[in-house]
């Protein structure tokens, strides 16, 4: 979730609102202090459950449990998500209950639905581990930097081991949670690039050229080119067999071109200028 959502609405309370009793209770009015500031010296959890949902109140009464044994490692927040519809409209709440890593003024990590201990220590080590060091920030002043998402952190760690599998597995599990994370789906599409140009040899370049027409070979001669830092090459490599193909082929060779177009910023001039080519090789 790491910037996904903008929580500064939340500096302001409502006018006339009141904090509610207990230590780790937290809403509108309190939730700058004792989120959104506290966060700059250790992770805080927040935990949004409903008085009418039995098994959010358990999840609650774990975390103050956990809390205990946390030796000062992070910090709880308790929010009744129906006395406090600001802060749930902000973490986009679609179920109840719901628990937020916040750190550095942003939201780091999140799960939704009960979860057996186990796993609650595992996230809340992770959340912890991700931070570690990273959280020097003013408590009056202004949110740094975000900490690294522990998922994200645990992904990369996978694809610097050359676990390109498991890097991709670990990718497409944070978008089956959250299907429109932008970084995720770029993340994802590099790693299947590289997991399939590394195994390439470097001839594969040399035969393409010999045998013009065939499309296996011209794909992976492109894979190659992009690997080797030569985009241009590349896409000048597919649209030229776009214009001497068509049907499934040229189906083929196009959906393999945005492929290669979707691993770079839209705005470079270099894939500007490809997709014009594109489109008049196409029409």
């Known amino acids: 979730m790491s910037g996904a959502v903008d929580l500064s609405a939340l500096k302001q309370p409502p006018a006339g609102a009141a904090a509610a009793a207990g230590d780790h209770t937290v809403t509108e009015a309190d939730f700058e202090t004792k989120v959104l500031r506290r966060s700059m ?3 805080v959890v927040v935990a949004l459950y409903s008085q009418r949902s039995p098994g959010s109140i358990e999840l609650v009464q774990l975390l103050e449990r956990l809390l205990d044994e946390a030796n000062g490692t992070w910090d709880l927040a308790a929010v009744e998500a129906e006395n406090n519809m600001r802060i749930a409209q902000a973490f986009g709440v679609q179920g109840i209950p719901t628990v937020v890593a916040v750190a550095g003024g942003q939201p780091l990590a999140d799960f939704q639905g009960g979860q057996p201990e186990d796993q609650v220590r595992q996230w809340l080590a992770a959340v912890v581990q991700a931070v570690e060091g990273k959280l020097e920030g003013d408590p009056d002043g202004e949110p740094s930097e975000p900490p690294a998402d522990p998922r994200f952190a645990a992904a990369e760690a996978l694809l610097e081991q050359g676990d390109f599998a498991g890097a991709e597995s670990a990718y497409e599990s944070i978008l089956s949670q959250e299907p429109a994370n932008a970084e995720a789906k770029a993340a994802l599409r590099q790693v ?3 997991g399939r140009a590394q195994q390439l040899p470097e001839t594969a370049t040399a035969t393409a050229d010999a ?9 992976d001669a492109a894979d190659v080119e992009m690997f080797q830092q030569q985009p241009e090459a ?3 490599r597919l649209i030229g067999l776009i214009k001497r193909t068509s049907g499934d082929e040229r189906a083929t060779v196009r959906t393999r071109l945005v492929e290669l177009f979707e691993l770079f910023d839209q705005s470079e001039p270099f894939v500007v200028a490809a997709r014009r080519k594109l489109a008049t090789a196409l029409y």
């Open 192 to 194: 299947k690039f590289l």
């Open 41 to 43: 010296q250790v992770p």
């Open 234 to 236: 590349a896409f000048d």
């Open 211 to 219: 045998d013009p027409g065939n499309v296996a070979a011209a794909l």
